[in-house]
């Protein structure tokens, strides 16, 4: 199911409603979180192309789906509390400020009377053409356990094609947030529209993405803001800034959010993250040739602002990619015969950094027991993932360009392009020329309780 008795969107207005196609459907979705749509379970899972923007039939931006998942208990049409999807994006979108769930303490502003904004990608009339973005304020009417009933009669409301697109209410501090999924419509184009309550759906997002979407409260409701729990859309309804050319700069954003309690960084963080290389271990291999192994991480900021980046050194190389999300880990790294010294490094949100204590893997050499070199490399060797530099994927947002090859291994983000990476090591032990690519790939994470 644009938006019945509503406007046309200004560029780069409500940035944070896309459009969400594939499987022959066209649906509306929310950007609750840098790299997760929201959208509706009856819209249908699959394949999904996101698309930024005002017009769908020329989007100025668009961004693949990695990962896109139905609700398994959804039971139909009749069936809206249940109405629930996401998409997992292949790269962060984080030029633009998200729109997050509506949580914790924050539902008590849902309710009858309280006027929200509704946008969507519809048709604004029987009979109309679907794929330009409109967008309405209009009233809440009833809330429900499950659902929400938003709009309507002689106030703007959803239409075919509007579907799966978000019900916003705006906070104090002036910040936008999503409680509605637009689920069904009673009666024709802009009649009562029912939107799932989109706080339900956050634990099943959570725990199937692998990703926390509320970075303001643990998955209880427990206000536990992080470091992202700042920085979401103000920006006036339907009031548009900036081109989509360059991702709409100088969209508004709020600072760091106090809806339930005190904001993240009340507190002066003086203390740097501890970090640790949990996998693999320090060992010797004189048999293998090589060795492909996962490297996972742990990092925590404890009482600080949280951990913003965790990366790597080999060899005292710094290494190009980057995990940003909890549990952190490079996965299927291949090193070829040599000595190699790992460290972890660790970065928390106030610019302290902290470096892990070295982890020493020899593999089909033995350390020489008469100069204590552990770190010298066989020559002729090149490590490698076992992957091409154009073609390798990884999590973090940033384009990195390939050490081997010299050229970008990646496109810009939301570009719809594919991560990659290539990334130089120079051993010591008097090796020189090694060059070793990492792929970050897209291991299952689970988030903080």
């Given at each position: ?115 929200a904004a509704v946008t969507g990608f519809g048709i604004t009339e029987e009979g ?29 409301g959803i239409c075919p094609g509007d579907s799966g697109g978000p019900a916003f ?239 970008t291994a990646d496109t810009a983000p939301g570009d719809g392009g594919d991560d ?30």
């Open positions: 199911m644009g938006i019945h008795g509503g406007s046309p969107n200004d560029t780069c207005a409500w940035p944070t409603a896309v459009a969400v196609s594939g499987g022959n459907s066209l649906c509306t979705g929310t950007l609750i979180h840098p790299r997760v749509v929201m959208f509706a379970a009856h819209c249908g899972g699959g394949s999904k192309t996101i698309l930024f923007g005002e017009d769908i039939g020329s989007p100025p931006k668009t961004a693949k789906a990695e990962l896109c998942m139905t609700n398994p208990d959804y039971a139909g049409v009749n069936d809206q509390e249940h109405d629930w999807a996401f998409c997992r994006l292949g790269q962060a979108i984080t030029e633009l400020p998200v729109t997050p769930v509506v949580y914790g303490c924050e539902t008590e502003i849902v309710y009858p009377g309280q006027t109309g053409n679907a794929g330009v973005k409109h967008w309405g304020l209009t009233p809440i009417h009833t809330v429900y356990n499950g659902s929400v009933d938003v709009g309507g009669g002689n106030d703007p209410v705006k906070y104090p501090d002036g910040s936008w947030h999503a409680f509605g999924i637009a689920s069904t419509l009673t009666g024709q184009c802009g009649g009562s529209g029912t939107h799932s309550l989109a706080w339900n759906a956050v634990p099943w997002i959570e725990e199937e993405s692998g990703i926390d979407v509320t970075p303001c409260h643990d998955v209880d409701g427990t206000w536990n803001p992080t470091y992202q729990c700042a920085g979401f859309y103000t920006g006036e309804p339907g009031v548009g800034v900036g081109e989509w050319l360059e991702w709409c700069p100088g969209t508004p954003k709020g600072g760091s959010s106090t809806t339930c309690g005190a904001a993240f960084d009340a507190k002066p963080d003086d203390t740097p993250p501890t970090v640790a290389i949990t996998v693999p271990m320090s060992a010797d291999y004189p048999d293998e040739s090589s060795l492909t192994t996962p490297i996972e991480i742990t990092a925590d900021d404890g009482d600080g602002w949280g951990v913003v980046a965790v990366s790597l050194k080999i060899n005292g190389a710094v290494q190009p990619l980057v995990d940003d999300t909890a549990p952190y880990a490079f996965a299927n790294v291949k090193f070829p015969k040599g000595s190699y010294e790992l460290v972890a490094v660790a970065e928390d949100a106030a610019g302290l950094i902290s470096e892990s204590e070295p982890v020493t893997l020899h593999i089909g050499v033995v350390p020489s027991a008469t100069t204590g070199d552990e770190t010298g490399v066989a020559t002729g060797d090149t490590p490698t993932s076992g992957v091409d530099a154009d073609t390798a994927t990884a999590s973090g947002p940033t384009a990195v360009t390939s050490m081997m090859t010299g050229e990659g990476c290539g990334c130089r090591s120079e051993p010591r032990g008097g090796a020189t020329g090694v060059a070793l690519l990492l792929a970050l790939a897209g291991l299952c994470r689970r988030r903080r309780a």
